[in-house]
């Protein structure tokens, strides 16, 4: 299991600067070696009697640039560019690495068939982080002890250490990451036991999730968490001082300013929204041994006239959050398809047809009236425990306290349920 404390650093006036300077050097080295990589595909992406002397470059094909060659070419950049001898060479290893894989994404498609866009030249500013691939050992750029941290090259500084590291763990990397608000340090650790998810023997307590816009989400028991919008409360001082930027000369230490205090309402703003989701997260892996949610398409979502509330509410990242949280608990998570989950009735199976300004369901087959996110969350739950192999009794239990296997039950592809 890999773990990451982010602890804030308070580096000096000059330590500040040379960090910047470390940023703007690895951005302009990425900037070059895409280069080269884009040059290359360009050269040899066809055959050369079949090229366009009109959009394809002629001339000596170029010998096959990857992260090995590149790495090979460092020393023969700090020959001919004496300020990078100044960064810990591991540090440019890995900026190639991240080169490398954006590379592969766009490339080499996934299980799924879906490749990432293609890596983008970076603009002064766009580089933030720089790593150091080994913490605390003998040929370490990175060594933190005593809540102080000292970084080859730049020096010592201390941490804001606002919580322990844990003991126990191996210390693997080290990320400086330069914020809105001040320098941080992300320190991966890592342990080599392996959270397993409980058995489905000892699951007592289930329940199904659905996401909305009038609730942040309700659950199959009834049980409503009300949606924040912190985006919509705070988008009207977002546009003025939005507006205050066009106003100010591009460049300007004036237009910096006003930059970076746009870019901090941003950050506020995401760190409360994270927040808010790991205290719900920990809320539901404290209450339920299984959770079940909706494997959403939020991309889809988020092309509809309801995109900026959905982007607000932000369920993909939330999902997220509650399934690592779930896996350091033990706790299952289960995503089900959605397709039909608030039409659906969740007592006798009939299909009703609604649209989202109807807010309850009412079925006329069972006479069955629910609220429609409640009714959602409890075909999501049936879903799940459909899949698992389990069955439902009653709200938020199991027959008889424990996990009852479907074949048993002799009901193959019929689901019984009080509601």
Known sequence: ?????????????????????????????????????????????????????????????????????????????????????????????????????????????????????????????????????????????AHINDGVLKLSKIGEMPVVMHRPLPDGFKFKTCTVVHKADGWYCCIAVEDESVPVAKPLDEVKTVAGVDVGLK???????????????????????????????????????????????IARIHQRLGRQRKDFHYNVAHKLVKSYDLIAVEDLNIKGLAKSKLAKSILDAAWGKFITILETVAVKCGVRVVKVNPHGTSQNCSNCGTKVPKTLSVRTHECPKCKCVLDRDENAAINILNRALHEVGLISSARGGLVGGQPVKRELLGYEGVQLSIF
């Open 1 to 141: 299991m890999i773990l990451t404390y982010c602890y804030r650093i308070k580096p000096s006036t000059e330590q500040e600067a040379y960090m910047l300077h470390t940023l703007e050097l690895l951005r302009r080295h990425w900037n070059w070696s895409l280069g080269q990589r884009l040059d290359w595909l360009r050269r040899t992406r066809c055959q050369i009697d079949r090229c366009s002397i009109v959009s394809e470059p002629i001339g000596e094909v170029p010998l096959k640039v990857n992260y090995y060659t590149q790495q090979s070419a460092l020393k023969e950049t700090k020959r001919l560019f004496p300020e990078y001898k100044g960064i810990w060479a591991e540090a440019q290893q890995v900026n190639l690495q991240r080169l490398k894989k954006a590379w592969e994404r766009w490339l080499i498609p996934d299980k799924s068939g879906r490749r990432g866009g293609r890596p983008r030249f970076k603009k002064p500013g766009q580089l933030r982080s720089f790593v150091y691939p080994r913490v605390n050992c003998p040929k370490a750029g």
């Open 215 to 261: 609730e942040f989400l309700t659950t199959s028991e009834g049980e409503t968490v009300a949606i924040q919008q912190f985006y919509r409360k705070t988008q009207n001082h977002l546009a003025r001082q939005q507006r205050r930027l066009e106003r100010k000369q591009k460049g300007s230490n004036r237009h910096k300013k006003q930059q970076n205090f």
